[in-house]
């Protein structure tokens, strides 16, 4: 039945066995990966159904984690996936990231640890081969206000950011913040610059009554924090 399947294309398949109307049927939670990705590719190429190709990409790349932030090169091998249908993952990739974000917002987690912001950080930061530099802004309570990017590249040039985080917190009425970045060489070890930057962002948040309570550095499943280490002076 499967080499059938595979030579015939999806619209010759059973209904209850195509992939969206299986979805639309049964909910997308009953869909393997494959049938979910098989939908955002619509179609297939000639002699490979789009369940066919769904699942040499995740051969491919084995997680829609090891997806999200791969680069055009690196999808060149499979044939008729073009520009269009990679920009169709990618998107839908980046809304799961989002919906989870959204959630952790809308909810107003508190924070009582660093271990408790790595849980939310970590998905979206591990992998990512640039330096970013996020905020997370919470209220009296230690609940999240806000998680917004500070600033792209390094902290080599603390000041500016420093400035920019704390106008930043003024404006959104935090009490706290916790900053978090990442490693992309996966080295979670912080830099004498990651140590610096630390101290005169504490220092400023005191001269502005704002808590800087923790800077954390991401690897990869891994992280650092400076008041996990009694580093925050």
Same mark, same amino acid.
């Given at each position: 039945?499967?080499?059938?399947?595979?030579?015939?294309? %999806?619209?010759?398949?059973?209904?209850?066995d195509?992939p969206r109307?299986?979805?639309?049927?049964?909910?997308?939670?009953?869909?393997?990966n494959?049938?979910?990705?098989?939908?955002l590719l619509?179609?297939?190429?000639?002699?490979?159904?789009?369940i066919?190709?769904?699942?040499?990409?995740l051969e491919?790349?084995?997680?829609?984690?090891?997806?999200?932030?791969?680069?055009?090169?690196?999808w060149?091998?499979f044939?008729?996936?073009?520009?269009?249908? %990679?920009?169709?993952?990618?998107?839908?990739?980046?809304?799961?990231?989002?919906f989870?974000?959204?959630?952790v917002?809308?909810?107003?987690?508190k924070?009582?640890? *660093?271990?408790?912001?790595?849980?939310?950080?970590?998905?979206?930061?591990?992998d990512?081969?640039?330096?970013?530099?996020?905020?997370v802004?919470l209220?009296?309570?230690n609940?999240?206000i806000?998680?917004?990017?500070?600033?792209?590249g390094?902290?080599?040039?603390a000041?500016? %950011?420093?400035?920019?985080?704390?106008?930043? *917190?003024?404006?959104?009425?935090?009490?706290a %913040?916790?900053?978090?970045?990442?490693?992309?060489?996966a080295?979670i070890?912080?830099?004498?610059?990651?140590?610096?930057?630390?101290?005169?962002?504490?220092?400023?948040?005191?001269?502005?009554?704002?808590?800087?309570?923790?800077?954390?550095?991401?690897?990869?499943?891994?992280?650092?924090s400076?008041?996990?280490?009694?580093?925050?002076?």
């Amino acid at each position: 039945m499967a080499q059938n399947m595979k030579s015939t294309g %999806i619209n010759s398949w059973p209904e209850d066995d195509r992939p969206r109307e299986k979805l639309l049927k049964k909910g997308a939670g009953a869909l393997s990966n494959s049938e979910l990705l098989a939908i955002l590719l619509r179609t297939g190429v000639r002699g490979n159904s789009a369940i066919d190709l769904a699942r040499q990409i995740l051969e491919r790349f084995g997680t829609f984690r090891n997806m999200s932030h791969t680069d055009m090169r690196e999808w060149k091998e499979f044939k008729g996936l073009g520009p269009a249908k %990679i920009a169709q993952i990618k998107a839908a990739l980046e809304i799961g990231r989002r919906f989870r974000e959204d959630e952790v917002l809308t909810s107003k987690q508190k924070i009582a640890s *660093a271990k408790d912001v790595v849980s939310i950080i970590m998905p979206q930061m591990r992998d990512l081969k640039t330096e970013v530099f996020k905020v997370v802004y919470l209220n009296s309570n230690n609940r999240i206000i806000n998680i917004s990017d500070a600033a792209l590249g390094t902290v080599n040039h603390a000041m500016p %950011i420093v400035r920019e985080i704390i106008h930043s *917190a003024l404006q959104q009425f935090a009490a706290a %913040i916790i900053c978090i970045h990442n490693h992309p060489s996966a080295n979670i070890a912080p830099s004498p610059e990651d140590t610096k930057f630390t101290q005169e962002l504490t220092a400023a948040g005191k001269l502005m009554g704002i808590k800087v309570l923790d800077h954390v550095i991401i690897g990869n499943d891994d992280y650092f924090s400076f008041a996990d280490q009694g580093m925050m002076g």
